[in-house]
C-alpha cells in the first residue's frame, strides 16, 4: 500500500542548533502537508506543499518538496525550547485521505 | 469558534464494553476524520465522511463504525471494545477534501 516514510524518529539538539526531518513516499503525491504536535496536544497543521520544487519558508522553517513530488523536508534553522515537539508530514494523493509519516521528535537538550 | 471539540477527553473500557466517542464541528467544515494514534506513531484513519449522510472507510475500520446524520456531528462507535483499540483518538475536520485538517484534542482511550 501507499507509505510515507519520515525519518530520523528523534533528534536531540543544543539550542541553537539546526533540525532537518525528511519524508519520502513509494508513490507520487498530489500534496504535502506539514503538522507540528506538541507533547499531550493534539497535530496543528504548519503548512501545504503542491508545486514540484516547491521551497516555502515560515521565520526560521523552511519546507521543500521535491521534484518528482515524493520527498520533502522540514529544517529549522536556530532551534528554540518553543520548538520543542513531534513534526509530521502527511501525503495526500489522489482521494481525501492524508497518509501520515511516524513523526520526527524534536529534543532540545538542556 | 469552539473549531473541532470531543469527548469525553479520557476513558477506560472493559473488554467487550461498547461506547460512543462525539466529535462536532463549527466551522461548516464538509470533511470530517476519525484518526487514531498509537504511542510514538503517526496517525492512522478509521473513517472518514465528505458530507451529511456519507462515509467511508479509512486504513483501520475493522471493530468502528460511524455516522455522519448532520453537518457538525461525526460519532465514533466501538462496539465490543479489545486491548488493541487502546489509543489516543483524534477527530478532524477540513472544508475541502484537500485543506489543512483541524483537529479536536483528543480522547485518550484504555481498554483493559
Known amino acids: 500500500g501507499q507509505q510515507v516514510m519520515q525519518i530520523p524518529q528523534y533528534q536531540h539538539v543544543q539550542e541553537g542548533e539546526d533540525f532537518t526531518t525528511y519524508c519520502n513516499s513509494s508513490t507520487t503525491l498530489s500534496n504535502i502537508q506539514w503538522y507540528k504536535q506538541r507533547p499531550g496536544g493534539h497535530p496543528v497543521f504548519l503548512i501545504q506543499l503542491v508545486k514540484s520544487g516547491e521551497v516555502k519558508k515560515q521565520k526560521r522553517l523552511t519546507f521543500q518538496f521535491g521534484e518528482a513530488k515524493k520527498n520533502s523536508s522540514l529544517h529549522i534553522t536556530a532551534t528554540q525550547t518553543t520548538d520543542v515537539g513531534t513534526y509530521f508530514c502527511?501525503?495526500?494523493?489522489?482521494?481525501?485521505?492524508?497518509?501520515w509519516g511516524a513523526g520526527t521528535k524534536l529534543i532540545i537538550k538542556p | 469558534n469552539a473549531g473541532v471539540t470531543q469527548t469525553p477527553k479520557f476513558r477506560i473500557l472493559k473488554i467487550g464494553q461498547s461506547m460512543t466517542l462525539q466529535c462536532t464541528q463549527d466551522?461548516?467544515?464538509?470533511?470530517m476524520y476519525w484518526y487514531r494514534q498509537d504511542p510514538g506513531m503517526g496517525l492512522k484513519l478509521i473513517y472518514y465522511?465528505?458530507?451529511?449522510?456519507?462515509?467511508d472507510k479509512g486504513e483501520v475500520p475493522n471493530g468502528y463504525n460511524v455516522s455522519r446524520s448532520t453537518t457538525e456531528d461525526f460519532p465514533l462507535r466501538l462496539e465490543l471494545a479489545a486491548p488493541s483499540q487502546t489509543s489516543v483518538y483524534f477527530c478532524?475536520?477540513?472544508?475541502?477534501?484537500?485543506?489543512?485538517?483541524?483537529f479536536g484534542p483528543g480522547t485518550r482511550l484504555t481498554v483493559t
Open positions: 466551522m461548516n467544515h464538509n470533511y
Open positions: 478532524a475536520s477540513s472544508y475541502y477534501g484537500w485543506d489543512e485538517q483541524y
Open positions: 465522511s465528505v458530507g451529511a449522510g456519507i462515509t
Open positions: 502527511a501525503g495526500q494523493h489522489s482521494n481525501y485521505q492524508l497518509i
